[in-house]
């Protein structure tokens, strides 16, 4: 496992990312990673394009504030419900892309497979029913989902991704964002041309092995 230190650097590295690519603006989104016995995470309020590695603040296992000034993120609890339900995922990202989310707003759904890229990194990205952000609901709403998928979309709420380092937890949120992007110039262009079935077991069959290829 990375020094406690290294994760640091690379969560506001990551943040920094996600503030360029428009993943996130002003104090949105939230960031955690496993780290020995504790979480690191993003603090409450902070605008994450300008954070720096002294801002990361260590909560314990029911989010509860073990180091750092800052206070943890009202999302806290969605990012505990994650590691409970999914015990082989080390980092959680929670963003607000502007593509993803305007699909949920608009009642679009993007639960379909259309890009084979995405098939194997993601698979299925089911939409999440909306729940009030920063309460109990909105770690009910991903029950039933994140055990089952690596990215939500949450109703206009923005997206969930999950991985096994931080960097695959945000490559698949920016592959999300693409894949948005991909989907909405196509509707713009005229119509959305789903995969073919046969074709979409063919990737699913890939994407399963490379899953325990990795195991």
């Known amino acids: 496992m990375e020094s406690e230190q290294a994760l640091k650097q690379e969560i506001v590295t990551i943040c920094r990312m996600m503030h360029q690519k428009n993943l996130i603006a002003g104090c949105d989104g939230n960031v955690s990673v496993k780290c020995n016995d504790f979480l690191l995470a993003t603090p409450s309020g902070v605008n994450k394009g300008f954070l720096r590695p002294e801002q990361i603040i260590a909560v314990d296992w029911e989010g509860r504030l073990i180091q750092g000034e800052g206070q943890p993120t009202s999302e806290m609890a969605m990012h505990l419900a994650v590691y409970r339900l999914r015990s082989e ?5 929670h963003a607000h892309p502007p ?9 679009i759904t993007l639960e379909e497979f259309v890009l084979p890229e995405v098939v194997m990194s993601l698979g299925l990205v089911p939409t ?5 952000p920063s309460t109990p609901d909105v770690s009910k709403s991903i029950q039933g989902l994140i055990e089952r998928y690596d990215a939500l979309i949450l109703e206009r709420h923005g997206a969930l991704t999950v991985g096994q380092d931080l960097m695959d937890a945000y ?41 325990l290829e990795s195991c």
Not at 99 to 107: K, M
Request: no cysteine; charged share 20%; net charge positive.
């Open 89 to 93: 995922v080390s980092a959680v990202i």
């Open 171 to 211: 490559n698949k949120m920016e592959k999300l964002e693409h894949s948005a992007l991909v989907i909405f110039t196509a509707l713009q262009l005229g119509r959305v041309r789903l995969l073919p079935p046969r074709e979409v077991e063919k990737l699913m069959q890939m994407r399963h092995l490379k899953r």
């Open 99 to 107: 593509l993803v989310t305007a699909f949920s707003v608009a009642g």
């Open 128 to 132: 999440a029913a909306y729940a009030t």
